[in-house]
């Protein structure tokens, strides 16, 4: 069943590719599925991970390499995908450059990522990773976690992957931001189910921050979605 942010980029993003019988996109870090399915789309995957493509079963072409300097040659996208990549690179802003290159015009660029000033990402700046892994391991049960090819990757923390400054980069390259959603993790609804007590401690905390900080920090909103349109 779609995520309710799945369903808000084929309602925002349909429009640049439901038009084509057989549109191209480009997922950065595509791992083991797409997160914007349209029937009939020619997918191409690129991942800094051997293993992490090697999974891929929905990729017509798969490119290893960095996503901050990639070189994409001719190659021409109706949209390039971000889903959940941006935190893990050190420069965001050269990531989205290479790819608004590649955009045919009217083309779209999908960013989804996590809010790093919600409860939830400021755990996972302030937690080491071997924490993330268990988190993965015991709560989302999935025992491969960590492990080469799977989640959950190491996070740069960069200030260039807040969602504001993605909008303000996205302007800066020309696009037009279309879209702007903010939701709650299912990572949170699993800790909510799997184990309570952790649960009502992460958002009783998450309670004092918003207080402490006059609602600018602890927000129960932990991804966003962005959708921006070429508008050259």
Not at 53 to 82: H, M, P, W
Not at 114 to 124: E, L, Q, R
Not at 147 to 164: I, L, N, Q, R, T
């Amino acid at each position: 069943m779609p995520s309710p942010w799945e369903n808000d980029v084929l309602a925002h993003a349909g429009p640049a590719l439901l038009t084509k019988p057989h549109p191209k996109i480009l997922e950065v870090g595509g791992g083991s599925r797409t997160y914007v399915y349209v029937e009939g789309a020619e997918y191409t995957a690129l991942d800094i991970s051997k293993e992490q493509l090697d999974k891929n079963r929905y990729a017509s072409e798969k490119i290893l390499g960095d996503a901050q300097t990639v070189d994409y040659g001719g190659r021409v996208f109706d949209a390039c995908v971000f889903w959940d990549v941006l935190e893990h690179v050190e420069s965001p802003k050269s990531a989205l450059s290479k790819a608004a290159n590649t955009l045919s015009p009217g083309g779209v660029v999908v960013v989804k990522g996590p809010i790093s000033t919600s409860i939830k990402g400021m755990v996972t700046t302030m937690t080491p990773r071997w924490v993330h892994i268990m988190f993965y391991r015991l709560v989302l049960k999935q025992p491969n976690a960590g492990k080469p090819g799977y989640a959950p990757f190491p996070v740069e923390h960069s200030v260039d992957a807040s969602h504001s400054e993605i909008a303000a980069t996205l302007r800066q390259l020309g696009m037009e931001v279309v879209f702007v959603g903010e939701y709650i993790s299912t990572h949170v609804d699993a800790l909510r189910k799997r184990m309570p007590p952790l649960y009502w401690l992460y958002e009783s905390t998450g309670f004092v921050i918003r207080l402490i900080s006059g609602h600018k920090r602890g927000g129960r909103k932990t991804e966003f979605v962005i959708i921006a349109k070429n508008s050259h």
